[in-house]
């Protein structure tokens, strides 16, 4: 049998240097035998430029002009070399893109019109996801509990809080801890709202909730859903951030991620489930990482509730990334991983 031609994705406008990261990573684990990897890098800039392969420097190796194709009887991508366009046929598309235009359903409206198979959520979850308010809506409404929260728009110019303190200012849609604060008085309130409105117009704020971060990788179509190890964030201050870091590599400066999480079996039971509920009201398709809190309960410590934090759909693919270890502690490596990710691309 042919080789399926798979577009990989990488780059982008946002998040980039994470993002070719994560595509190293793939480009790494790729089952080569079964698939012909071909490479698009998109520049900060927004050009689109077929690679050899994904690295740090990738735009100053052997790249030509390519872009998919809206049109659906190209299938593929439009390649432009010494002023001729050269269509290039690929069975699917792999997005590995984080944060705006990557994760936001803008690639997925492209690649939709494309008529090209791809990995992951489509437009619908992929926006809902994208906007933390959108998301805790379409949770709430479906039985899952949410921090509390308020919207701001641009044109708010007196802060309303009715929260307690400490509240959480973020910006709706973004990623990467980029513009998130913890508020503890009303005094700080304006200042973190600036800081959230560099990234995006529309901020949240939200309750803290007091509790261990935990996460769960979630894999799969409808009902047939696959999830990994729970694993848990331990803060020994701030807030967790390690894709701001120097060297997220050799650990985080406050954070210590452990998979599986130290945390009974019962109640990793439960946070999976609270996952895969999250997943499929938020309409999740392929793949996504539910991030949640474990709320302390000082009342009855064996009763704490299951609070969304966020869903990204596009998690990272890094060497320290939450997602692939996830899967990795329950035996699915990155290259059963993959191929499990194309596999439900093309049941769908
Ligand atoms: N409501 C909250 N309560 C407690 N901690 C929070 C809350 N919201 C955010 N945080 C902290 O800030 C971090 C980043 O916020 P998050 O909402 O996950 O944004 P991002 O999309 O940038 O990752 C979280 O991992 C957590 O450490
Ligand atoms: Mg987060």
Redesign the pocket.
Known sequence: MDKLKIAVLFGGCSEHAVSVKSAIEVANSINTQKYEPIYIGIAKSGAWKMCEKPCANWESGDCREAIISPDRNTHGLIAIQDSECKTVHIDMVFPVLHGKTGEDGSVQGLLELSGIPYVGCDIQSSVICMD?SLAYIVAKSAGIAT?EFSILTDTDKVIPNSLEYPV?V?PAR?????G?T?VCNANELNAAAETARQYDSKVLI?????GT?VGCAVLGNGSDLFVGEVDQ?S?THG???IHQEAAPEKGSENATITVPANLPVQTRGQIQKTAKAIYTALGCKGLARV?M?LQENPGNPGDRRIVL??V?TLPGFTSYSRYPRMMSATGITLPKLIDRLIESALMR
Not at 174 to 178: A, E
């Open positions: 933390k921090p959480f973020k973004s990623g990467s801890s980029f998130v913890k939200e309750q803290a909730i007091v971060e964030v803060l807030i967790f951030r991030d809190f934090n966020e990204n």
